[in-house]
């Protein structure tokens, strides 16, 4: 489903990814985790074409989404196979209504008005946020704000969700309620890639585990091994407090 392949990209002078090769299966749920400033929220934009489309800088190998190579296709195509959800709701929410917001991406796939109202009204109600439909969205709190987030990909039905962080802004309970949804849709057959620090949560959810350090793979593996890794020590990253009873 992805295939990357040496790929390297550079803000300015700044290099972020180092010629990185990674391929993801259809069906997977993977977290990634890293220091600040690695490099995840940078491979994730490439997922969907942002970088290098949108976001410009130095951009080396490729990146390959069912066989499409994501410089030689425009970011609306392949935005009907990727969808991503920014840690700040706020970078990517800009709709007066709610339920205005969710229908947008549908609007731009010509979908039919009818399957529209249908496939937002189940989005939001996935989301619990059935009853803001009519809302402004800047009058949620942050974590509804993710909710609205990933009601859009839902509704898009996309084959790939990429999330920055999703529950950032959440408490224990409404970050267990995001997870619990994106483990349905990988049930049914969505691939999930996640980028998450807290590790307790992607001991539960995630199957397998990619650490980024300084824009190169550090670690790739199930995800009891990865946690259980000194690596994630090494880099100041959280092992989950049932790897830790067991060493």
């Known amino acids: 489903m992805i295939e990357i392949s040496g790929?390297?990209?550079s803000y300015g002078k700044e290099r972020v990814l180092n010629n990185m090769d990674l391929k993801i299966r259809a069906g997977e749920f993977v977290g990634i985790m890293g220091p600040v400033g690695s490099g995840k929220?940078?491979?994730?934009?490439?997922?969907?074409?942002?970088i290098p489309h949108m976001i410009k800088g130095k951009f080396e190998g490729s990146v390959r989404i069912f066989e499409k190579d994501t410089r030689a296709t425009k970011v609306s195509a392949l935005a009907r196979d990727a969808g991503l959800v920014f840690q700040d709701p706020d970078s990517q929410i800009f709709s007066l209504k709610v339920k205005d917001e969710v229908a947008f991406g549908l609007e731009n796939m010509g979908?039919?008005?009818?399957?529209?109202?249908?496939?937002?009204?189940?989005?939001?109600?996935?989301?619990?946020?059935?009853?803001?439909?009519?809302?402004?969205?800047?009058a949620l709190s942050g974590g509804q704000k993710q909710k609205l987030a990933l009601a859009c990909v839902l509704a898009m039905d996309q084959k790939i969700f990429a999330l920055d962080e999703p529950v950032s802004n959440m408490d224990h309970r409404g970050a267990v309620e995001i997870y619990s949804i994106l483990r349905r849709a990988n049930e049914?057959?969505?691939?999930?890639?996640?980028?998450?620090?807290?590790?307790?949560?992607l001991l539960e959810y995630?199957?397998?585990?990619?650490?980024?350090?300084?824009?190169r793979i550090a670690l790739d593996a199930n995800t009891r091994r990865a946690l259980s890794s000194k690596i994630i020590g090494e880099l100041g990253l959280k092992i989950p407090c049932e790897l830790k009873k067991k060493k």
């Open 41 to 50: 929220t940078t491979l994730l934009l490439t997922l969907n074409g942002i």
């Open 206 to 215: 995630a199957k397998r585990i990619i650490v980024i350090e300084r824009g």
């Open 7 to 9: 790929l390297s990209f």
């Open 111 to 138: 979908v039919p008005r009818e399957e529209i109202e249908a496939r937002v009204r189940d989005a939001l109600r996935a989301v619990e946020l059935g009853d803001f439909a009519e809302k402004d969205p800047n």
């Open 188 to 201: 049914k057959g969505k691939t999930v890639i996640v980028v998450e620090h807290d590790s307790e949560l």
